[in-house]
């Protein structure tokens, strides 16, 4: 890997990050006339005058009381210092331990989807690869048309309904104990894996089909070219053709299709965790833009951000490592 690829793709990122970073604060700005006006308490009997003192104590406390590009300035300085700031939640909470307390429990989902749609896409698209034309084939061809046409949330729905509701087989909506009462004994554990098995199920539906399909379209374009006809030539088994060669040369495409999914680990369940309420960082982001909690609403969004960035980076290190044709056309 040429090291001035690798330095340009991360000056690209930190470039990207800084767009990111003055868009997430000024975008909840936009149309809002005074960020703090929500939460000032109400007038009652004050006079005018004090209540102009109250808003006032307010705007200091929450740092509204000078310009938008001041603040902006202060938003970057405290991000210097790796501090993403204080929640207007009751208590004044971290927004850094609030992604802390969420993150986990969207990763349970995330990253337990991804492997599951990894191995058991990938093989389903090897074999429809392999028996091009037969009823495999067909088969993830037609289910690829009807996951094309029912979107993630109207499949989660479904099976809350008649999986969760009428067949009582899965919790329908997520316990709301489960996070606060959880600690690693087998019992909780088994709760987690309960509460977790629809949600899970519902991400894993479409994307199982969506890399079944990816890999046996990348399988079929590898599998007439001259390398795959020398392989057989030589005699070896179907088998050894397909795992050995075709399916190795036919990762490319796959590779990005996998930091894709890896870039949207955190931010992608935000639907479905509002289906099955479960808490995780996209119903802390809803709870945020509900509230107008201007620092967690952008610590979650710029976190989510953050993490995009550095998955899209490494793919793209990564890609290069598997098709050095990729420096040599930066070069050019």
């Known amino acids: 890997m040429q090291k001035g690829y690798v330095f340009k793709r991360i000056l690209y990122a ?5 767009i990111v970073m003055t868009l997430n604060f000024f975008i909840p700005r936009i149309g809002v006339t005074d960020p703090a006006e929500r939460y000032y308490p109400p007038q009652g009997n004050m006079s005018e005058i004090e209540y102009d003192i109250i808003k006032q104590v307010t705007r200091e406390q929450y740092g509204f ?4 590009f001041q603040q902006y300035l202060n938003y970057v300085e405290k991000l210097s210092r790796f501090d993403l700031g204080t929640s207007f939640k009751s208590g004044s909470p971290k927004v850094s331990d609030l992604i ?8 349970v989902l995330s990253v337990t989807n991804l492997i599951i749609c990894l191995s058991i896409g990938i093989s389903l698209g090897s074999i429809a690869a392999w028996k091009r034309g037969r009823w495999q084939d067909t088969a993830l061809l037609n289910a690829s048309t009807i996951s ?19 067949l009582e087989l899965f919790p329908a909506y997520t316990n709301p104990n489960m996070i606060s009462q959880f600690d690693w004994s087998f019992e909780a554990i088994k709760v987690v894996i309960a509460n977790a098995a ?3 199920i519902s991400m894993s539906i479409g994307g199982i089909i969506s890399y079944a399909q990816g890999t046996r379209n990348s399988v079929i374009a590898v599998t007439n070219e001259d390398f795959i006809l020398t392989a057989r030539s030589k005699g070896l088994s179907q ?12 990762m490319l495409p796959i590779v990005t299709s996998i930091g894709m999914s890896i870039s949207g680990l955190i931010g992608g369940a935000v639907i479905i965790e509002q289906i099955f309420n479960w808490n995780g960082m996209g119903t802390l982001f809803l709870e945020a ?7 967690l609403m952008m610590g979650v969004m710029l976190f989510m951000s953050s993490f995009a960035i550095v998955a899209n980076l490494v793919t793209e ?10 420096t040599v056309g930066e070069r050019r």
């Open 148 to 166: 094309t046409a029912l979107p993630g949330f109207f499949i989660a729905l479904i099976l809350s309904f008649y999986l969760g509701f009428e």
């Open 65 to 68: 009381d000078v310009s938008t």
């Open 317 to 326: 290190l990564c890609y290069s490592l598997l098709d050095p044709r990729v």
């Open 100 to 107: 802390a307390q969420r993150l986990p429990w969207t990763l």
């Open 198 to 200: 629809l949600p899970i």
């Open 14 to 18: 930190i470039f990207i990050f800084f």
């Open 239 to 250: 088998r050894q053709v397909l795992y050995k060669h075709t399916l190795r040369n036919a």
């Open 289 to 295: 833009n509900s509230t107008n909690d201007y620092p």
